[in-house]
Each structure stands twice: as structure tokens, then as C-alpha cells.
């Protein structure tokens, strides 16, 4: 492999191909690797502390979370019972069908613990 620092002639491999040139090159690869290492663990460390930061804060990640409507429950059971077609209920709601089957499965837990 040749390494070309532009702005160091003194280690550009390429011209050299004995064991010197093979020994800097290997050596400057070596060193390269250790830096680019220790940086991309300074930022994991920094980014940690960003993060614990604005948590103690109080901030929250993630999408907002869509909440239901007051008469979710009242519609879940008209669908239930077939009298309601998810495509209509989905629309009253104004919740996609993923949020909407997740926010299901609170309410039946909800109820199942009462």
C-alpha cells in the first residue's frame, strides 16, 4: 500500500518500495488509525454528555407523541362490534394504522389491569 501526504514528502511511499518505505508506511497507517480512533471516542464521550445534559434538562427525543382522541375508547368499540370500518375510524381518529393498533394494545392493557 502507498501513502501520499501531500504536504510531507518525507512520507510519500511511493517512491521508496524497500523496507524503509514499507516500515514509514506502516508506521505513519499506524499512527493515522490510533488518531482517528482516539477522536471518534472524544466525540462518542462528548455527544454522551450532550445527551445526559439535556435530559437532566428535561428535553425529549423522538417524535412527539400523538396522543388519541377523548372518545377513543367509544370508537374502539364501535369497531369492535363491526360497526365501524378501520378505514373510518382511522380517519375520526386522525391516527395512522401502526399508531393506531399501538394505542389498542394501551387501552386493552389499561382495561385488563383495572
Known amino acids: 500500500m502507498d501513502i501520499a501526504v501531500l504536504d ?19 508506521l505513519v497507517l499506524q499512527i493515522l488509525s490510533f488518531v482517528s480512533e482516539n477522536e471518534r471516542l472524544n466525540i462518542k464521550t462528548r455527544q454522551a ?8 434538562r428535561g428535553v425529549r427525543f423522538g417524535r412527539p407523541i400523538k396522543k388519541p382522541p ?12 363491526g360497526n365501524l370500518p378501520i378505514w373510518e375510524l382511522l380517519e375520526q381518529t386522525g391516527l395512522k394504522e401502526a399508531t393506531f393498533y399501538r394505542r389498542l394494545r394501551e387501552l386493552r392493557i389499561k382495561r385488563s389491569k383495572k
Open 49 to 56: 454528555a450532550g445527551i445526559s445534559a439535556a435530559r437532566a
Open 8 to 26: 510531507m514528502e518525507l512520507l510519500d511511499t511511493r517512491r521508496d518500495k524497500d523496507l524503509m518505505g514499507t516500515f514509514i508506511a506502516d
Open 70 to 81: 377523548e372518545n377513543f375508547g367509544a370508537l374502539v368499540k364501535q369497531w369492535e362490534r
